[in-house]
């Protein structure tokens, strides 16, 4: 069964809130129970988060209601998720770790982030295997997700072109407030383009040694949701092929007893793909090894073989990826030796300042030279 953080449902739930709507009798008409919202780790079904979605804008009588919603988005609706992109160095990071992660979220997510050109493009959509979402879901997507960047950078990002696939409204002057770029109806995607340089800007608040143990939280809870899946059984079958070449269908569904066309049924049943999982499994492992200093990067490319992951986890390539986990290791004590130079540097600095008054006569009488233990210190610092 598909489900979505209740944080996400609480967004919607504030959304409700402003329009003047109860939000708590509307979810139970539904069967939701309005007291999970507190738990923003609580997960309901996609069925009953459809419903709401449904069931919210018929009550408020507002298209544009997923636009009222994503004015409601802030980090904690993704969970660790936003926490670790708003920990990012660039916002270009957060898009990547927001496309890794985005089942954690809901599990019906589709995320693709990828270059275009000198820009970055960003396309979401939402595969539930049953009723299918209504379009204001995708609009609080791209709206949210435009607006928490610009929370993260603390500056506005224009982007350069919106496209859905709905169709147009019959008021756009929401879209066109929030986006403040072209935006285009009845096209063949859902997504959002960045220029480059936008993206690439450094965040001011940024925290990569933070963001980076985020991201080992975020792996975690996403091995814990889909640790019972079928799909973990396709990666277990992956992982025993790697040493020996480049993993196929045919063998891994003989090595599950089944055929390739039920393998992929199944895979597309949990809203994934065989290579979808290949390459998050070569990823993974590109992770634990870079960690690793007794592996060379020819040992790494051998037991993973040939793939994209190799170029760093989360987009970082491999020599930075261990420049910057070494920093990480030796920051605390990098620290600790500067402190104890500034005091050692400060125990001198009053020593001569007294012995320098002393010469001149200037010592107070009852004034001492100096303790016993700044004489040591100052004896260790020379």
């Not at 009953?48 to 988005?73: C, E, M, P, Y």
């Not at 969970?79 to 599990?107: N, P, W």
């Not at 770029?181 to 063949?188: E, F, I, N």
């Not at 920093?327 to 400060?346: C, I, L, T």
Request: hydrophobic share 40%; aromatic share 6%.
């Amino acid at each position: 069964m598909q489900t979505g953080l209740s944080a996400w449902v609480f967004a919607i739930v504030r959304a409700l809130e402003d329009a003047g709507v109860d939000p708590a009798e509307l979810m139970r008409g539904i069967g939701m129970a309005p007291d999970k919202l507190g738990d923003l780790s609580h997960r309901y079904s996609q069925e009953q988060v459809t419903s709401l979605w449904i069931s919210a804008v018929a009550t408020t009588g507002d298209s544009n209601f997923g636009l009222k919603v994503a004015r409601h988005i802030r980090p904690s609706t993704f969970h660790v998720v936003g926490y670790a992109m708003s920990c990012s160095s660039t916002l270009k990071r957060a898009a990547e770790r927001f496309a890794h992660s985005a089942r954690l979220i809901s599990d019906a997510a589709a995320v693709d982030f990828s270059g275009l050109g000198e820009d970055y493009l960003l396309k979401v959509d939402l595969h539930t295997g049953g009723r299918q979402p209504i379009y204001q879901t995708i609009d609080t997507i791209l709206a949210g997700f435009l607006m928490l960047c610009e929370w993260i950078q603390s500056a506005p990002i224009v982007p350069l072109e919106v496209k859905f696939r709905h169709r147009k409204p019959l008021d756009e002057s929401d879209y066109l407030q929030i986006f403040r770029c072209p935006v285009r109806y009845g096209q063949k995607e859902n997504s959002i383009l960045f220029r480059g340089q936008d993206l690439e800007q450094p965040v001011p608040s940024a925290n990569e040694e933070l963001a980076m143990l985020l991201d080992e939280m975020a792996a975690r809870h996403l091995a814990y949701r889909f640790a019972s899946r079928f799909s973990t059984k396709v990666r277990d079958a992956l992982v025993g092929q790697l040493p020996n070449g480049e993993p196929s269908k045919q063998e891994t569904a003989r090595l599950l007893g089944m055929t390739e066309r039920t393998l992929l049924r199944r895979l597309r049943d949990e809203n994934t793909t065989f290579q979808e999982l290949l390459d998050r499994l070569r990823e993974k492992l590109a992770f634990d090894y870079l960690r690793r200093d007794d592996l060379t990067m020819e040992k790494i490319a051998y037991r993973c073989r040939p793939t994209a992951a190799l170029d760093g986890p989360m987009g970082a390539p491999p020599p930075a990826f261990r420049c910057a986990r070494k920093e990480s290791e030796d920051a605390p004590r990098a620290r600790a030796s500067a402190m104890k130079k500034r005091e050692s540097a400060g125990c001198m600095g009053a020593l001569r300042c007294r012995e320098k008054r002393l010469d001149l006569g200037l010592l107070e009488p009852g004034d001492q030279l100096a303790t016993g233990d700044e004489r040591r210190r100052a004896g260790d610092a020379r």
